[in-house]
Structure formats: structure tokens, C-alpha cells
């Protein structure tokens, strides 16, 4: 494996891993209030024992109990939002590529509609009209992103189609939704796989992009986006506050493009102009 | 015989760098090219032909590069090695598309395509002789119709995808002889191309050749091709020259084992039916150490010592040489 | 050309007429709003007068339709919160949109198209490598939060730059420069690979066969053949920095259209929303199909055909 794939998946794995043990791994409850160390600097004493290592926020409580509880949060949005878009994209894809002129062009309409719009503007109002919530998240996401999905998979299938296995399958009278589970769909999973590691990247980032405006998570929840709006407040006095979620942000980012790239240097050539 | 416009000495090209391993992929290369004769580089894929005509104008790319040996090129300037000068310097492009031009196999994709070929062919014209933009294209017209392009002024404006193989080959010839070079160097010019168009390419290439008094290097694995159109012939295999002879010689009496091969595998040129034999097995690939003659896992007539040095070339008439241990010549020659 | 050009502008109208109605649908889906525009205290007579005014007590289909018709004649109603028309408002703060979102686009085309074409050329070297770094750097680093750090270093610690919008040419500083950040970094990938991409073709070696020095080829041949993926590619940015100016506008205080959709968001002033995502959405559709339109140019089998 390159080193950039291992530093992809070590990232990722970390962040699973302190997402799954957050409770164990953890200093100090992350909404344990402690108001006498209200903005403590990183490897200030708490009151009643033990180091803040990032410090504390106007609260007192610890950042980095907060960052590590913070996984749970991206996990569950990035996962959840990219899932659920895929769940509806890709069929669409698949139908827009394989049935009628008149799904086709429907399909491709409606991706067009839906990506013309900024994705935080559409967003910012669904959330807006939803209330902040984190299944409200992962539904702002997927009423957007679906369509960058469905967008790859009918390119593949425009691909794919003409392939004789996929020609000669149709015309040996295998129904259409065999060939596509048996012929067609193994054949997308790597570019899948790369266009769902991208879209894990811009969910988080999308997601603490919400939260920072005060429309993503709510606010007793931990989570990265919302711990960066509240160290906008303290910018001159508490730069740990902005700092520290910022960089496990951008981090696990990093974690899933490399994981991307990984999977798109191994894909055939041909199926990797998809991607671009 | 004057003597040569362009001659290869002793080259050798290497592939790899400091770190990696070096890897010789043609050695002890001589050739000399002549005003208005074709000399061709005969072999099958993979043997060192492209390579060979790389080096010749200087456009190895790394890992390759020319590691020994000589290539001169004379001109009314006098002589002056092409090996010893910056692959990208200015006295090397002084010297490409000027005094030696290129075809290459592909015409396909050997075009730019956002450009229009009379802009293609203008280019050089006026990199090199300083010309106008319009009076490049008045020259890209004229050179457009030398090479047998019906309605030049129309096609001019064209781009390649709007032509056919055998036109767009026309055009990278008008772009190779654009500045009258001396030296022309084709590159399987036909390969890419249909049979039928095939013989129409390479009869305007002889012509021009005579015409123009340029010295023509055809690089090719036909054999028919060479019969046709070559005054001399080179045979290459993996990177060495194994037979060198004139060729009516080289036909009536090929000498080295895979000249025959290749012969005999090659239909006859009356029509007659007879059973094609092909060689058994492939060209050893670059990356394979190999002890002696390359040829000696192939070879019908292998013996101990094949497998223990390559011989080198010896001259079995003043123009006929081979490098086979068959011979006595050659054998004499190192005892 | 002709009918391209025809079909293409086709779509534009469609696109909007559904992001309309995606906007409609959510405006109902939002509920009531005398609910947020009235005072608690109000009585239900000033509740009912107040939904004639704004037509809510109308049959839902003639609200869709009068709510389109009047969009096509560029009137969204008034604005909840500021009792005027809501277009006005938002093309008012539009050209501090533009001009941060061209800015933006300006910085990151001439610093990555130079970085990655130096990238393709010295591939493999520590110029390729540093390129990579920033190309990683700059897609994964969230705008606002490149936004918070560069106010903290170059207005707060150093005091070089303001970090509030409205301060003269040197407050466009930061902000373009953060917004564009992402945008630099996709940029430069794409000329990177489709350099590389074109640098490796068989004509290339054809233009030096003609004896044609390197920055000729490097430019006359080399970014020409490039350049309609980068183009595409520049066309879809677009829409995410009018995206990222949302955010940045709020981080930097600027005045555009951006900080303006979020504060209309706190207040649930639909028609300004509306209005923001209208413009917006048509900005986007025009750019998207000028785009289009250049590649086409750009490759003359497409333009020929």
C-alpha cells in the first residue's frame, strides 16, 4: 500500500477508534462545566485534578474531551449523510443509464437543478426549516448529494453499456435488474468508492460549515463545527479554541481524500475519466 | 560515394539512471545516410529500431540517452556531433525540423489537435526560416500540394480530425520536408495506415527523397516495404546490427539466421503459394540479461559458442557484413 | 452552434424554475410565518389580515403559480423583516458577492495554474511535492476555519490586514484569498494531471521533432490542449465559491449576498432567502453555460460539428 493510502487509513482508524472508546479515552466528561478555569490555556491544571491538554473553553469545559466526543458526531453525519445519498443516487443513476430516454432525461434534470444551487445556501434553509438536529444533517445532505451520485453512476453506466458482457447478458434475455446486480454494479464499486470518500470529506466539512453558522448540530453536542463557533468569539484571547477542531476538521479530511486517491491509483484507466 | 550527410558511430543507448539499474538496449550502432538514397532499419517490434531514430535527432527522453559513440550530421557549416549537444538547446533545435526532420508512425495521434494543419506546418517554417505568417502559409499551401493533397488552400484550414489517415500522414510528411532537411528519418510511416494507402505513402516518400536530394532513414518490420523502397538495408535484433548489406544482396543472399527467418516468413512478392514459416518465439524483453548473441534462443543453427559472446560485424563482400558465428570471416576475425 | 446554444439556454430556464419550486416547496414546508413576524400578543383578526397580505390565504397551487409568474418578472415579494421589496435588497449587496467570489477566482487561477503546470514539469521533484502538499492542504482545510487563522495571524498578531469587509481594496485581501483556497487547490490538480496528460502525447513530440523551443511547446501546444478540462473545471468552482462566500462573508463581516441569506435565515425572512438563492442559482447557470460554451470553442471538433 503507498504511504499516502496507510496515512489515509491510519487517520480514519483513529478516529473510529476514539469515537468507539471516547468514553474510556476521555480526561473529562466534555460538558463537565468547571467556570473557575473558564479558557484555561492548553496543559492548564483543572480544579479538581488532571491536564487540560487543548486547554478549556469560556465554559471550563475540556477541549479535548470535547474533540474526541467531536468524532461521534463526524462519523455519524459523514457516514449517514454519504450513505443515505448513495442509497438514493446511485439506483437513479443506474435507471437514467439503463431505462428510457424519458428517465434519462428526468434523472439528468433534476441532478442539474439540484447542483446548480450552492450547497450551503440550500442547506442553511432546510436545516433552517428542519431545526438543528443530526438526522436533519444527514437529510439536508442527502437531498443535495444524492445527484453527484446519480451524475457518476449513469457516467459509468454510459460506460459499461456497450461492454459485451453487458450487451450479450441483455441479449440472452437476463432480466434487467440481474445484470445490473450481477454485471454492471461490481464494475462501479471502485469509482463508487472514490466518489463516496470524497463526499465523506465534504460532509464533515459541510457539517462543521452548519454548525459554525449555528444550523448544524445542536448546541449540547459535542461537535467540531460548533466548538469553532464558539472560539470565533474568544479569537484574540483563546486561539486554542479555533485551533484545535480546525485541525482534526481539516485531518480527517485529509484521511478520506487519501483514502480516495488510494483507491482511484488502483481503478482502470478508463473508468477513472469518470472522475474528473 | 561522397561522403555521408549523416553517420551513426559505434552508438550505444542506455535506459535507467543513477538509481536505478542501467540497462543497454542497442549497442555498437553504425550507419551512415546518403543524399537522395533510403537507408532501412529492419527488425521486429521491440529490437531498438525506435530508439535508434530517437537518437538520431537527439530526442531521447530520460532514462534513455545515447551513453557511447558519435552521431554527425554534415552540413555546408561542416561537421558537427549531435550526441555531444543539449537535447534541448539551441543548437539542437537549429537543427530539428531543419536538417533533420521526423515522421512517426501514428498520424493519428502524431497531430496537434486544436491547431489547423496549415498553422502546423507553418510553425516550423517560420521558427526556422523567419517567415511571415502569411508567407508560411502560402508555403504550407504549396508544400500541401507537394505532397498530393487535392484542394491545398481548402485543406490548409483544416484540422486533423477532419482528414484521413493517409491524408494527415501526407501532412506530417509536408511538416518533415517544410524546410528542406537533408536528412528525413520515417518511422514505421505506415504502420498505422490502410494497406491500400500504404504503397501511395511510401512511393511519395521515395519521390520526394530523390527529388528533394534528401538522405531518407526507413525504419519499418516489413520487409516488403524494404524490397520496395530501400537502396541499403540494416537488420537489427534486440539492440544490435546483425546484417548490413545493399538490397539486392541482402535478398538474393540474406546471411544471418533471423534475416532468413524473416524472410521466410514474408509471402512471396510474384504471388506464388507457399508455406510461411514463422520464427519461433519473441524478442527477449529489455529488461533480460542476456550472455552472447540474443538471437541464439531462436536460432536453428545455435551453437556453444553463440551462447558465450556476441560477435561483431566483419564484412562478407565490400557491401554485404553480418554479425553471425556461422561465417568464417566472422569467426577469423576474432581468432 | 445554433441549436446548442438553444438547448443549453433551455436548461438554464428549467434549472431555475426548479430551483423556484424547490424553494416554494420549502417555504411551505417551514410553516406558518405570522408565527415569527408577529408579536406574540397579536390577535388572531391581525394573524389573518397580515396572511392576506402576503397572499398565503390563497389555494396553494394559485400561491405556486403567482409565486412563478412573478419570479419571472423579478419580483419575490417584500421582505418579512425589512418590509420591502426583497430583489432590491439582495442586488444591492450583490456586486460585494461578486466581486469577493471574482477575486477569489482570480487569486487561485493565477497561483495554481503556474504552480501546477512547474508541478507537471519538475514531476517528482520537491516543486511536484510542496505542490501536493498545498493541493491536500488547501481541499481539506475548511474556508472559514483558513478564515479564523489567517484573521488571527495577519490582523490580530500582526496587524497587516483588516479583518472586517468594507476597509478599502486591502480588506479584499483575506477574504479572497481564504475563499479561494479551495478552488487553488482543485485547480492545480487538474493542470497538473492534464499537463502531464498532454505533455506525454505523440504531437508533442511531433512539435519538438520541429525544432520548437520548450516554452513554445509548453504554452502554444502544451496549455492550449489543457486548458478545456481546467476551464470545465473552473466553471464548476464557481458554484462552490458562491457557496464558500456564505460562510466567509460571515467570518470576515463582508457585505455581500451571503451574510445577508444567513442573518435572512436566523429571521426566517423567506423572500429575501428566496431571492439570494434566485440570484444565485441564475449567476451560477449563466457562468456555467458561458463555460460550456468556451469549451466548445476551445476544441474545434465540438465547434465544427
Given at each position: 500500500?503507498?504511504?499516502?493510502?496507510?496515512?489515509?487509513?491510519?487517520?480514519?482508524?483513529?478516529?473510529?477508534?476514539a469515537?468507539?472508546?471516547?468514553?474510556?479515552i476521555s480526561p473529562f466528561?466534555p460538558?463537565?462545566?468547571d467556570?473557575?478555569n473558564?479558557?484555561a490555556a492548553p496543559m492548564a491544571e483543572g480544579?479538581?485534578g488532571g491536564i487540560h491538554l487543548l486547554g478549556t473553553d469560556?465554559?471550563?469545559q475540556d477541549v479535548m474531551s470535547r474533540i474526541i466526543y467531536?468524532?461521534?458526531?463526524?462519523?455519524?453525519?459523514?457516514?449517514?449523510?454519504?450513505?443515505?445519498?448513495?442509497?438514493?443516487?446511485?439506483?437513479?443513476?443506474?435507471?437514467?443509464?439503463?431505462?428510457?430516454?424519458?428517465?434519462?432525461?428526468?434523472?439528468?434534470?433534476?441532478?442539474?437543478?439540484?447542483?446548480?444551487?450552492?450547497?450551503?445556501?440550500?442547506?442553511?434553509?432546510?436545516?433552517?426549516?428542519?431545526?438543528?438536529?443530526?438526522?436533519?444533517?444527514?437529510?439536508?445532505?442527502?437531498?443535495?448529494?444524492?445527484?453527484?451520485?446519480?451524475?457518476?453512476?449513469?457516467?459509468?453506466?454510459?460506460?459499461?453499456?456497450?461492454?459485451?458482457?453487458?450487451?450479450?447478458?441483455?441479449?440472452?434475455?437476463?432480466?434487467?435488474?440481474?445484470?445490473?446486480?450481477?454485471?454492471?454494479?461490481?464494475?462501479?464499486?471502485?469509482?463508487?468508492?472514490?466518489?463516496?470518500?470524497?463526499?465523506?470529506?465534504?460532509?464533515?466539512?459541510?457539517?462543521?460549515?452548519?454548525?459554525?453558522?449555528?444550523?448544524?448540530?445542536?448546541?449540547?453536542?459535542?461537535?467540531?463545527?460548533?466548538?469553532?463557533?464558539?472560539?470565533?468569539?474568544?479569537?484574540?484571547?483563546?486561539?486554542w479554541l479555533?485551533a484545535a477542531p480546525?485541525l482534526a476538521?481539516?485531518?480527517?479530511?485529509?484521511?478520506?481524500?487519501?483514502?480516495?486517491?488510494?483507491?482511484?491509483?488502483?481503478?482502470?484507466?478508463?473508468?477513472?475519466?469518470?472522475?474528473? | 560515394?561522397?561522403?555521408?550527410?549523416?553517420?551513426?558511430?559505434?552508438?550505444?543507448?542506455?535506459?535507467?539512471?543513477?538509481?536505478?539499474?542501467?540497462?543497454?538496449?542497442?549497442?555498437?550502432?553504425?550507419?551512415?545516410?546518403?543524399?537522395?538514397?533510403?537507408?532501412?532499419?529492419?527488425?521486429?517490434?521491440?529490437?531498438?529500431?525506435?530508439?535508434?531514430?530517437?537518437?538520431?535527432?537527439?530526442?531521447?527522453?530520460?532514462?534513455?540517452?545515447?551513453?557511447?559513440?558519435?552521431?554527425?550530421?554534415?552540413?555546408?557549416?561542416?561537421?558537427?556531433?549531435?550526441?555531444?549537444?543539449?537535447?534541448?538547446?539551441?543548437?539542437?533545435?537549429?537543427?530539428?525540423?531543419?536538417?533533420?526532420?521526423?515522421?512517426?508512425?501514428?498520424?493519428?495521434?502524431?497531430?496537434?489537435?486544436?491547431?489547423?494543419?496549415?498553422?502546423?506546418?507553418?510553425?516550423?517554417?517560420?521558427?526556422?526560416?523567419?517567415?511571415?505568417?502569411?508567407?508560411?502559409?502560402?508555403?504550407?499551401?504549396?508544400?500541401?500540394?507537394?505532397?498530393?493533397?487535392?484542394?491545398?488552400?481548402?485543406?490548409?484550414?483544416?484540422?486533423?480530425?477532419?482528414?484521413?489517415?493517409?491524408?494527415?500522414?501526407?501532412?506530417?510528411?509536408?511538416?518533415?520536408?517544410?524546410?528542406?532537411?537533408?536528412?528525413?528519418?520515417?518511422?514505421?510511416?505506415?504502420?498505422?495506415?490502410?494497406?491500400?494507402?500504404?504503397?501511395?505513402?511510401?512511393?511519395?516518400?521515395?519521390?520526394?527523397?530523390?527529388?528533394?536530394?534528401?538522405?531518407?532513414?526507413?525504419?519499418?518490420?516489413?520487409?516488403?516495404?524494404?524490397?520496395?523502397?530501400?537502396?541499403?538495408?540494416?537488420?537489427?535484433?534486440?539492440?544490435?546490427?546483425?546484417?548490413?548489406?545493399?538490397?539486392?544482396?541482402?535478398?538474393?543472399?540474406?546471411?544471418?539466421?533471423?534475416?532468413?527467418?524473416?524472410?521466410?516468413?514474408?509471402?512471396?512478392?510474384?504471388?506464388?503459394?507457399?508455406?510461411?514459416?514463422?520464427?519461433?518465439?519473441?524478442?527477449?524483453?529489455?529488461?533480460?540479461?542476456?550472455?552472447?548473441?540474443?538471437?541464439?534462443?531462436?536460432?536453428?543453427?545455435?551453437?556453444?559458442?553463440?551462447?558465450?559472446?556476441?560477435?561483431?560485424?566483419?564484412?562478407?563482400?565490400?557491401?554485404?557484413?553480418?554479425?553471425?558465428?556461422?561465417?568464417?570471416?566472422?569467426?577469423?576475425?576474432?581468432? | 452552434?445554433?441549436?446548442?446554444?438553444?438547448?443549453?439556454?433551455?436548461?438554464?430556464?428549467?434549472?431555475?424554475?426548479?430551483?423556484?419550486?424547490?424553494?416554494?416547496?420549502?417555504?411551505?414546508?417551514?410553516?406558518?410565518?405570522?408565527?415569527?413576524?408577529?408579536?406574540?400578543?397579536?390577535?388572531?383578526?391581525?394573524?389573518?389580515?397580515?396572511?392576506?397580505?402576503?397572499?398565503?390565504?390563497?389555494?396553494?397551487?394559485?400561491?405556486?403559480?403567482?409565486?412563478?409568474?412573478?419570479?419571472?418578472?423579478?419580483?419575490?415579494?417584500?421582505?418579512?423583516?425589512?418590509?420591502?421589496?426583497?430583489?432590491?435588497?439582495?442586488?444591492?449587496?450583490?456586486?460585494?458577492?461578486?466581486?469577493?467570489?471574482?477575486?477569489?477566482?482570480?487569486?487561485?487561477?493565477?497561483?495554481?495554474?503556474?504552480?501546477?503546470?512547474?508541478?507537471?514539469?519538475?514531476?517528482?521533484?520537491?516543486?511536484?511535492?510542496?505542490?501536493?502538499?498545498?493541493?491536500?492542504?488547501?481541499?481539506?482545510?475548511?474556508?472559514?476555519?483558513?478564515?479564523?487563522?489567517?484573521?488571527?495571524?495577519?490582523?490580530?498578531?500582526?496587524?497587516?490586514?483588516?479583518?472586517?469587509?468594507?476597509?478599502?481594496?486591502?480588506?479584499?485581501?483575506?477574504?479572497?484569498?481564504?475563499?479561494?483556497?479551495?478552488?487553488?487547490?482543485?485547480?492545480?490538480?487538474?493542470?497538473?494531471?492534464?499537463?502531464?496528460?498532454?505533455?506525454?502525447?505523440?504531437?508533442?513530440?511531433?512539435?519538438?521533432?520541429?525544432?520548437?523551443?520548450?516554452?513554445?511547446?509548453?504554452?502554444?501546444?502544451?496549455?492550449?490542449?489543457?486548458?478545456?478540462?481546467?476551464?470545465?473545471?473552473?466553471?464548476?468552482?464557481?458554484?462552490?465559491?458562491?457557496?464558500?462566500?456564505?460562510?466567509?462573508?460571515?467570518?470576515?463581516?463582508?457585505?455581500?449576498?451571503?451574510?445577508?441569506?444567513?442573518?435572512?435565515?436566523?429571521?426566517?425572512?423567506?423572500?429575501?432567502?428566496?431571492?439570494?438563492?434566485?440570484?444565485?442559482?441564475?449567476?451560477?447557470?449563466?457562468?456555467?453555460?458561458?463555460?460550456?460554451?468556451?469549451?466548445?470553442?476551445?476544441?474545434?471538433?465540438?465547434?465544427?460539428?
Amino acid at each position: 500500500m503507498s504511504k499516502k493510502g496507510l496515512a489515509g487509513f491510519g487517520i480514519l482508524l483513529l478516529v473510529i477508534v476514539a469515537a468507539i472508546t471516547a468514553p474510556w479515552i476521555s480526561p473529562f466528561d466534555p460538558n463537565a462545566q468547571d467556570i473557575i478555569n473558564s479558557l484555561a490555556a492548553p496543559m492548564a491544571e483543572g480544579s479538581e485534578g488532571g491536564i487540560h491538554l487543548l486547554g478549556t473553553d469560556r465554559l471550563g469545559q475540556d477541549v479535548m474531551s470535547r474533540i474526541i466526543y467531536g468524532t461521534r458526531v463526524s462519523l455519524t453525519v459523514a457516514f449517514g449523510a454519504v450513505g443515505v445519498s448513495a442509497l438514493i443516487g446511485i439506483p437513479l443513476g443506474l435507471a437514467a443509464g439503463f431505462m428510457s430516454r424519458t428517465v434519462e432525461s428526468l434523472v439528468l434534470v433534476a441532478t442539474d437543478i439540484v447542483l446548480s444551487i450552492p450547497f450551503i445556501l440550500l442547506a442553511l434553509v432546510l436545516m433552517s426549516v428542519l431545526g438543528a438536529s443530526l438526522t436533519n444533517l444527514i437529510i439536508a445532505f442527502a437531498v443535495v448529494r444524492w445527484a453527484q451520485f446519480a451524475r457518476v453512476t449513469y457516467s459509468l453506466s454510459l460506460e459499461l453499456r456497450e461492454k459485451e458482457y453487458v450487451l450479450s447478458c441483455r441479449a440472452a434475455g437476463i432480466s434487467l435488474p440481474r445484470t445490473l446486480a450481477v454485471h454492471v454494479l461490481p464494475n462501479m464499486v471502485g469509482p463508487l468508492m472514490v466518489i463516496a470518500t470524497l463526499e465523506l470529506a465534504y460532509a464533515i466539512l459541510m457539517e462543521s460549515g452548519l454548525s459554525f453558522l449555528g444550523l448544524g448540530a445542536p448546541p449540547e453536542t459535542p461537535s467540531w463545527g460548533g466548538m469553532l463557533q464558539e472560539g470565533r468569539n474568544e479569537l484574540d484571547t483563546a486561539w486554542w479554541l479555533t485551533a484545535a477542531p480546525g485541525l482534526a476538521i481539516m485531518a480527517t479530511a485529509i484521511g478520506y481524500n487519501f483514502v480516495g486517491d488510494w483507491i482511484r491509483d488502483r481503478l482502470d484507466p478508463r473508468l477513472q475519466g469518470v472522475l474528473r | 560515394m561522397n561522403a555521408p550527410v549523416f553517420q551513426m558511430s559505434n552508438v550505444s543507448i542506455d535506459i535507467g539512471g543513477p538509481r536505478s539499474i542501467m540497462q543497454r538496449i542497442a549497442s555498437g550502432i553504425n550507419l551512415e545516410l546518403h543524399r537522395g538514397r533510403t537507408l532501412a532499419l529492419v527488425g521486429e517490434s521491440g529490437c531498438g529500431k525506435s530508439v535508434t531514430a530517437l537518437s538520431a535527432m537527439n530526442l531521447l527522453s530520460a532514462p534513455l540517452r545515447v551513453s557511447e559513440g558519435s552521431i554527425v550530421l554534415r552540413t555546408e557549416d561542416g561537421p558537427q556531433d549531435i550526441a555531444g549537444l543539449d537535447p534541448s538547446g539551441r543548437q539542437m533545435r537549429a537543427i530539428r525540423g531543419r536538417r533533420i526532420a521526423m515522421i512517426f508512425q501514428d498520424p493519428m495521434t502524431a497531430l496537434d489537435p486544436v491547431y489547423t494543419v496549415g498553422d502546423q506546418i507553418s510553425e516550423g517554417l517560420r521558427r526556422h526560416l523567419g517567415l511571415s505568417r502569411r508567407e508560411a502559409w502560402a508555403r504550407a499551401v504549396d508544400l500541401l500540394r507537394l505532397v498530393g493533397i487535392p484542394a491545398p488552400e481548402e485543406r490548409a484550414g483544416h484540422y486533423p480530425f477532419q482528414l484521413s489517415g493517409g491524408m494527415r500522414q501526407r501532412v506530417m510528411i509536408a511538416i518533415a520536408i517544410a524546410c528542406a532537411p537533408s536528412v528525413l528519418i520515417a518511422d514505421e510511416p505506415t504502420t498505422a495506415l490502410d494497406v491500400t494507402v500504404q504503397a501511395q505513402i511510401l512511393d511519395l516518400l521515395r519521390d520526394l527523397g530523390e527529388r528533394l536530394g534528401m538522405a531518407t532513414l526507413l525504419i519499418t518490420h516489413d520487409l516488403g516495404v524494404v524490397a520496395e523502397n530501400a537502396d541499403d538495408v540494416i537488420v537489427m535484433y534486440r539492440g544490435h546490427v546483425v546484417e548490413k548489406a545493399g538490397v539486392g544482396a541482402l535478398f538474393d543472399n540474406p546471411a544471418h539466421p533471423y534475416t532468413r527467418g524473416l524472410m521466410a516468413s514474408l509471402p512471396p512478392a510474384d504471388g506464388r503459394r507457399v508455406e510461411l514459416t514463422p520464427i519461433p518465439g519473441q524478442v527477449p524483453p529489455i529488461t533480460e540479461e542476456i550472455q552472447g548473441c540474443p538471437f541464439a534462443g531462436r536460432c536453428p543453427h545455435v551453437m556453444p559458442r553463440c551462447g558465450e559472446r556476441m560477435p561483431a560485424l566483419q564484412n562478407l563482400s565490400p557491401e554485404h557484413s553480418v554479425a553471425c558465428w556461422l561465417y568464417p570471416a566472422v569467426a577469423e576475425a576474432v581468432a | 452552434m445554433l441549436t446548442y446554444l438553444a438547448r443549453r439556454s433551455l436548461l438554464v430556464i428549467v434549472t431555475i424554475a426548479g430551483v423556484m419550486t424547490i424553494l416554494f416547496g420549502l417555504q411551505k414546508l417551514a410553516g406558518d410565518p405570522t408565527i415569527f413576524l408577529l408579536p406574540p400578543e397579536a390577535t388572531e383578526a391581525e394573524r389573518l389580515s397580515l396572511l392576506h397580505r402576503l397572499g398565503l390565504d390563497r389555494p396553494l397551487i394559485v400561491q405556486y403559480l403567482s409565486f412563478l409568474a412573478n419570479a419571472a418578472t423579478g419580483d419575490i415579494g417584500l421582505s418579512w423583516k425589512y418590509n420591502e421589496p426583497a430583489l432590491p435588497i439582495v442586488l444591492e449587496a450583490f456586486p460585494a458577492t461578486i466581486l469577493l467570489a471574482t477575486s477569489a477566482l482570480a487569486f487561485s487561477i493565477l497561483t495554481a495554474v503556474p504552480l501546477g503546470i512547474l508541478a507537471a514539469l519538475r514531476r517528482d521533484t520537491w516543486v511536484d511535492t510542496f505542490a501536493s502538499g498545498i493541493a491536500v492542504i488547501g481541499q481539506a482545510m475548511p474556508v472559514y476555519w483558513s478564515g479564523l487563522l489567517f484573521i488571527l495571524l495577519f490582523s490580530t498578531t500582526l496587524r497587516w490586514l483588516p479583518s472586517m469587509g468594507g476597509e478599502g481594496w486591502l480588506a479584499l485581501i483575506l477574504p479572497a484569498v481564504t475563499l479561494g483556497l479551495n478552488t487553488m487547490a482543485r485547480i492545480m490538480r487538474i493542470t497538473r494531471s492534464s499537463m502531464l496528460d498532454v505533455l506525454g502525447q505523440d504531437y508533442v513530440r511531433t512539435v519538438r521533432a520541429k525544432g520548437i523551443p520548450e516554452y513554445a511547446i509548453l504554452f502554444k501546444h502544451g496549455l492550449r490542449n489543457a486548458a478545456v478540462p481546467i476551464v470545465a473545471l473552473i466553471g464548476l468552482q464557481l458554484g462552490g465559491l458562491l457557496g464558500g462566500a456564505v460562510l466567509i462573508e460571515t467570518v470576515f463581516s463582508w457585505p455581500g449576498v451571503g451574510r445577508l441569506a444567513v442573518n435572512a435565515v436566523y429571521s426566517r425572512d423567506f423572500p429575501l432567502v428566496q431571492s439570494v438563492a434566485l440570484i444565485v442559482t441564475v449567476t451560477f447557470s449563466l457562468v456555467n453555460m458561458f463555460v460550456d460554451v468556451l469549451c466548445a470553442t476551445l476544441n474545434p471538433q465540438i465547434r465544427l460539428n
